[in-house]
Nanobody, 120 residues
Framework: QVQLVESGGGLVQPGGSLRISCAASGSIRNINSMGWYRQAPGKERELVAVIVSGGGTNYADSVKGRFTISRDNAKNTVYLQMNSLKPDDTAVYYC??????????????WGQGTQVTVSS
């Protein structure tokens, strides 16, 4: 089994910063990509940022220049540093990872989600 556990969500004022983390654990052979999605009430889940094993990154236009995704391969952990937060960033943030297990089966895994609320 593989698990993704997110942490670091919370309430922050507009213009503030927050860092969320996601740690993968279990029967892992290789993590191919890790990323963050978010889903606001009444909206579809959308990609926020992704980082591949070679370090390449991709961001949604709405967060470019404000959010930074990074990963610690030794800890199987991905981070999302969020700066200059806006009320529109309020959502449940979900971690996603493409993982090859020790039995060589590759699947996409999701975390349970962490709430980020931007409000004064």
């Amino acid at each position: 089994q593989v698990q993704l556990v997110e942490s670091g969500g919370g309430l922050v004022q507009p213009g503030g910063s927050l860092r969320i983390s996601c740690a993968a654990s279990g029967s892992i052979r290789n993590i191919n990509s890790m990323g963050w999605y978010r889903q606001a009430p009444g909206k579809e889940r959308e990609l926020v940022a992704v980082i591949v094993s070679g370090g390449g990154t991709n961001y949604a236009d709405s967060v470019k220049g404000r959010f930074t995704i990074s990963r610690d391969n030794a800890k199987n952990t991905v981070y999302l540093q969020m700066n200059s937060l806006k009320p529109d960033d309020t959502a449940v943030y979900y971690c996603n990872a493409g993982i090859t297990r020790r039995d060589y089966i590759t699947s996409a895994y999701w975390g349970q989600g962490t709430q980020v609320t931007v409000s004064s």
